[in-house]
Each structure stands twice: as C-alpha cells, then as structure tokens.
C-alpha cells in the first residue's frame, strides 16, 4: 500500500500544473517572481575569477558577490556583454562572461560604484 502523507499534487485537472512551493495553481503562483526578486547574502565585495575547468579549456570570467537580484543582474550582464562585445549568462547569482575580462570587468564596476 502506498503511502500518502508526505505526497503533493503535480497537475490538477480542474487547475492545470501545481507550483511544488507553494501549492497554488501555476497561473496564480508568484514563488517565481518572489525568487527572481529576493537578493542574495554578500559580503559587499563583488569578486571576480577567470576559469577555464568543465569548459573544454575555453576561459570564461566569473563576476560573483553582487548585491543584486536575478533581474537586477541580468540587466547589469547584458551591458557588459555588450560593452566588451562578448557572450555570457546569468547563474546562480554569478555573471559569466565568455574570455578574461577580468580588467575590463573590474574597471567598469568600479565606475558603476561597486568594490572590486
């Protein structure tokens, strides 16, 4: 016999898909927006590295440490990507960028205000 104490509902045929969070009917859910909102624990030093592990040696620069949101830093992403003229994400609250830009980086937040 299975048990159901600790199940929750996926999909609903009155209400469609089910947020896993909170429960709610997706269309009604605002777990996402919450998220996308919610500003990450920093120290206030915005930190930067070069890697290049798990990328068949190609060399990515990593912006950590940034007091912002998730849409906070994908607005701040597309203008450094733009400015240096390069590819990149948004990750887990890190900014990549595709080559060592560390310099360029680190210039261009210290301009905006930030500690680098």
Same mark, same amino acid.
Request: aromatic content about 4%; charged content about 30%.
């Given at each position: 016999m299975k048990d159901i104490?600790?199940?929750?509902?996926i999909y609903?045929?009155?209400?469609g898909s089910i947020c896993p969070d909170c429960a709610k009917?997706?269309?009604e859910c605002s777990c996402l927006e919450i998220k996308r909102n919610a500003l990450p624990e920093t120290s206030g030093k915005v930190k930067i590295r070069h890697e290049t592990a798990s990328r068949k040696n190609k060399g990515v620069t990593i912006i950590y440490g940034l007091p912002l949101s /998730?849409? /906070?830093?994908?607005?701040?992403?597309k203008k450094l990507k733009s400015t240096f003229?390069?590819?990149?994400?948004?990750?887990?609250?890190?900014?990549?960028?595709?080559?060592? /830009?560390?310099?360029?980086?680190?210039?261009?937040?210290?301009?905006?205000?930030?500690?680098?």
């Open positions: 104490t600790n199940s929750h509902l609903s045929t009155d209400k009917p997706i269309k /998730q849409e /906070q830093l994908e607005k701040l992403a003229g390069t590819g990149g994400a948004v990750r887990d609250y890190t900014i990549e960028l595709q080559g060592d /830009q560390r310099e360029k980086v680190a210039v261009e937040l210290r301009r905006l205000g930030y500690s680098v």
